[in-house]
């Protein structure tokens, strides 16, 4: 089974902080997906990071795939309080998304 | 463009009752289907997956059983609730693109306690 580890479970700054989160794993991923989602909402698609080492960017995001594809990270600059929720890393197998527990920030004014 | 309904938005049950919950696509067709449970908002656990009407792999064992009578219709299921079946239950459904990349769209979800 195919597990992925997120850390820090919580986290909790004060707007216009950095921060990095992180999603691991002992397993190789083809890909991995990073998900925002909003209390009572379903996820939703942030990224998709496919290539060892890639680093993608989405305006203040900063998502990149760990070279060997068994980890990633998210860096979010100069937090907002709209980047407050639960961000969940997901990794693709065969029709399947193995999630890790995610991480849930909240950005306080 | 493609849209995932999912109904009831919140259910509350006595333990011992069915349950039934609805999922459906439209815009796409002969999509990939999956219903996961999420407890008190952290991951999310995959309960089933469907590639094709009729078509559905359980992912772990439990007293929930979920169908698919037709192609973009997915349903949960179960006989008689138990109270560990608490949670918010998640629909989606999934499209492959140019890298044959699989990305997931999630419906609104049903928020189920069960009492």
């Known amino acids: 089974t195919q597990l992925l580890e997120q850390s820090p479970q919580f986290l909790s700054i004060q707007e216009g902080e950095n921060l990095t989160v992180y999603c691991n794993s002992s397993s190789v991923f083809s890909s991995l997906q990073w998900y925002r989602q909003e209390p009572g909402e379903g996820p939703v698609l942030l990224v998709t990071?496919?290539?060892?080492?890639e680093v993608k960017k989405l305006k203040r995001l900063t998502f990149q795939f760990g070279d060997a594809r068994k980890d990633s990270s998210l860096h979010i600059t100069a937090a907002q309080p709209g980047d407050t929720g639960l961000y969940l890393c997901a990794g693709i197998g065969n029709y399947k998304l193995t999630f890790g527990k995610g991480t849930l920030l909240t950005v306080n004014p | 463009s493609q849209t995932i309904h999912q109904w009831p938005a919140t259910l509350v049950q006595p333990v011992g009752s069915p349950l039934s919950l609805e999922c459906t696509v439209e815009g796409t067709s002969n999509p990939n289907l999956y219903w996961y449970r999420q407890a008190a908002g952290r991951g999310l656990q995959l309960l089933f997956y469907?590639?094709?009407?009729?078509?559905i792999s359980s992912e772990v064992p439990q007293n929930l059983s979920a169908s698919r009578p037709q192609d973009r219709q997915f349903i949960l299921s179960s006989k008689k609730l138990l109270l560990s079946d608490s949670g918010f239950y998640l629909c989606a459904w999934s499209a492959r693109d140019y890298r044959l990349i699989d990305t997931q769209y999630f419906g609104p979800g049903t928020r189920l306690t069960v009492l």
């Open positions: 990071v496919v290539t060892g080492g």
């Open positions: 469907s590639v094709g009407i009729g078509q």
